[in-house]
Structure formats: C-alpha cells, structure tokens
C-alpha cells in the first residue's frame, strides 16, 4: 500500500492515538509491514475486533503476518 493513500494514512493515525504515539514512531515500530500489505489488498478479515478478546485478535494478527 503506498504511504500516501488514505487507508494508509489513516490506518497508521488510528494506531499512533490508540497507542498513545505519534504516527511516525507507530509506522516504524508496531505496524508490521506485512500487515499494512494485506489491508492494501484488502485481504484482511472483516471481524470486528472490538468484540475479540486478545487472544484471538493476536492469532488473527499473526496468521496474518506470517503468511
């Protein structure tokens, strides 16, 4: 996904406030790459991770990035 499409931005922004940091330091340190590639190809599941526990939001995250 390129750095300057809205999903991107937008993704890396929601992730800085959740946090507590500042989109660069989210961007560089906490959003995988590949995570940011798969919601580029719009491959990421539609769950809505609000109503997952922390387990199985991190086995998502991980299927994820490991393929």
């Not at 940091?21 to 539609?46: M, R």
Request: one cysteine or more.
């Amino acid at each position: 996904m390129p750095a300057s499409s809205p999903t991107y931005i937008t993704l890396v922004k929601l992730v800085a406030k959740k946090l507590g940091n500042t989109p660069a330091v989210c961007h560089e340190y906490y959003i995988h790459p590949t995570l940011l590639d798969q919601v580029g190809s719009a491959s990421i599941p539609t769950s809505d991770f609000n109503k997952l526990n922390d387990i199985e939001t991190d086995k998502i995250v991980l299927k994820l990035i490991s393929n």
